[in-house]
């Protein structure tokens, strides 16, 4: 089913793929299908806002039927809490997802059930955690459980950030480069891109950082996206170079994408 999801999200369009999960739901005759097709409806719903209506779909749906459909009611219930800063409400249900994914030899959802406890963990578990997640990672079998590397690389690194370990830190944004680079994913690769460029400015490589945040704003623009970070981070680094006045347009450009 992975394959499918995968094919039916855009993250960008949440309400898209609602409808699009919906409509596959309902020409779904399999019923374990239909579970998993809804849950992503809900998750759909949460990214929309929609708390009460996601948690009233997974209430409707029945649990313990499969193993894939009990973990996946989990981890969407677990995930909607957690958008409705509910996350000490949460933790419980990624966790059972994580056993529940675990014995059931689910990779990919058990790192993803590990990889939601730490994002709801406090701070200081977030990194033996992530570590964790990494470490099923490159171990797995399931070559869609090792897509997880380039997410939680990206995790540890900001941990390792805002910590104030800039050399690790560093290390783990270009792991997970390097990981998104392996995959030819654009608009992902420039997402890593910028986070090695901001460690470059905090590092205080504030010309090599402008340099990498302007050919990622080329990069976006040639493929028609549009980062207002990107933009925010070009005018933080002209700013840090004394050159205040360049940084005004990038300024306003990036508070009106953000709108």
Known sequence: MQARIDELWDWDDASGSEA???AEADESADERERRILLTQVARALGLQGNYADALALLDSLPSGQDPESDVRLLLERGRVLNSSDRGAAARPLFEEAQVGATD?????????????????APPEEQLA??????????SATDPRARQWLASLYNNIGWTQFDAGHLDEALRLFERALQERL??????ETNIARWAVARTHRAMGKVDQALAEQQDIRRSNAEAGVHDPYVDEEIAECLVALGRAD???????????LSR
């Not at 059931?104 to 709801?120: F, P, T």
């Not at 992530?130 to 990672?137: D, R």
């Open 20 to 22: 699009r999960f919906r």
């Open 104 to 120: 059931a030899g689910l990779e990919h959802l058990a790192i993803d059930a590990l990889h939601m406890v730490a994002i709801v």
């Open 129 to 138: 955690l992530n570590q964790q997640a990494i470490a099923m990672a490159e």
């Open 182 to 187: 392996t995959r030819g994913q654009l608009r």
């Open 246 to 256: 360049e940084a005004q347009p990038y300024v306003k450009r990036a508070r009106a």
